[in-house]
C-alpha cells in the first residue's frame, strides 16, 4: 500500500473534524442572533428565556429554553390626556406569558419617545400594558402631536 495514500486519508479525517466544528460554531453563531423583522404578524425573534424549572421534559425531550415571540401594534397617534386602544390578536390563553410590553411614539420632525415614558413630572408619563385582547397607551395631558405609535408585545407560549 501506498503511504501517501494512508497519510492522505488522515489528512482528510482530521479536515472533516474541522470543518464539521466550524460548522457547529457557525450553528451557534446564527441560532443567537436576534431578529431584525418587526411584524404585525407574530414571529419568532430568535431570543430565547432560560427553562423553566418546574417542567423538566416535554414528550420526553428535556426541555432547555423557551423561544420567545414579538408581534407589532401599530397604534395610531396617542391621546390629548387619554387612552389609545388597539386589538392585538394574541391568542391569549393560561398558556401564553408576555415578557415585554414596550413601545414608542412619534412627533414627526422633532422627537420620538420610547414607551412606557418615565418622567420626573407625572403628568409627562406615558403608560403601556396589554390584556387579552387590546394594547392600551394611556397619557395625562395633550400629546396629540405624537401622530405614530408602536407597541411591541413579546411572549413565551408554554
Known sequence: MDNNLIINKMSI???????????????????????GIYSTLEFDTGKVLFADPSVSSVNDKPVLTRN??????????????????????????????????????????????????????????VEIW???????????KNMLAYTTCYAFLEYIKI
Request: proline content about 3%; overall charge negative; aromatic content about 6%.
Open 13 to 35: 479525517e482530521e479536515d472533516k473534524d474541522v470543518l464539521f466544528n466550524k460548522i457547529n460554531e457557525l450553528i451557534d453563531i446564527v441560532n443567537l442572533k436576534t431578529n
Open 68 to 125: 420567545i415571540f414579538c408581534k407589532c401594534v401599530n397604534i395610531g397617534g396617542l391621546k390629548n390626556a387619554g387612552t389609545s386602544q388597539e386589538p392585538h390578536g394574541i391568542d391569549v390563553n393560561a398558556n401564553l406569558i408576555f415578557i415585554d410590553v414596550y413601545g414608542c411614539a412619534t412627533n414627526p420632525g422633532v422627537m420620538g419617545i420610547k414607551l412606557p415614558y418615565a418622567s420626573a413630572t407625572l403628568i409627562n408619563n
Open 130 to 140: 396589554a390584556d387579552a385582547t387590546d394594547v392600551y397607551v394611556k397619557t395625562a
